[in-house]
């Protein structure tokens, strides 16, 4: 059975630091772009940042680029994301997925992934 979980998240003050986790387990992790997307009520599900592990592959939408740094601990099978200088605006509810793409390119867009975390709020506050 293939799980995503997620841990971290919560409330900060604007400027601040939060690190979100995702752990995966059930599935050949070498094959799989770990993405982080965000969504707020009302608007469509948005990617944040992918990682593929296997060859650090990583893309940054550039809303968070030079303020989020994703990395991966291929031991632990665990994915972060390391969220600095938070904003307003980066408030949401944001979801950790995986998709399977063993070699290539591939594009962080939500209808693609295959397996879903369970969501954790991050919450900034002006």
């Known amino acids: 059975e293939v799980q995503v979980v997620q841990s971290g998240g919560g409330l900060v003050q604007a400027g601040g630091s939060l690190k979100l986790s995702c752990a995966v387990s059930g599935l050949t992790f070498s094959h799989y772009a770990i993405g982080w997307f965000r969504q707020v009520p009302g608007k469509e599900r948005e990617g944040v940042s992918s990682?593929?592990?296997?060859?650090?592959?990583?893309y940054y939408d550039d809303s968070v680029k030079g303020r989020f740094t994703i990395t991966c601990d291929k031991v632990k099978k665990t994915v972060y994301l390391q969220m600095n200088s938070l904003k307003f605006e980066d408030t949401a509810v944001y979801f950790c997925a995986a998709e399977f793409a063993p070699s290539g390119s591939w594009v962080l867009f939500a209808p693609r992934m295959d397996y879903w975390g369970q969501g954790t709020q991050v919450t900034v506050s002006a």
């Open positions: 990682i593929r592990c296997s060859d650090n592959s990583i």
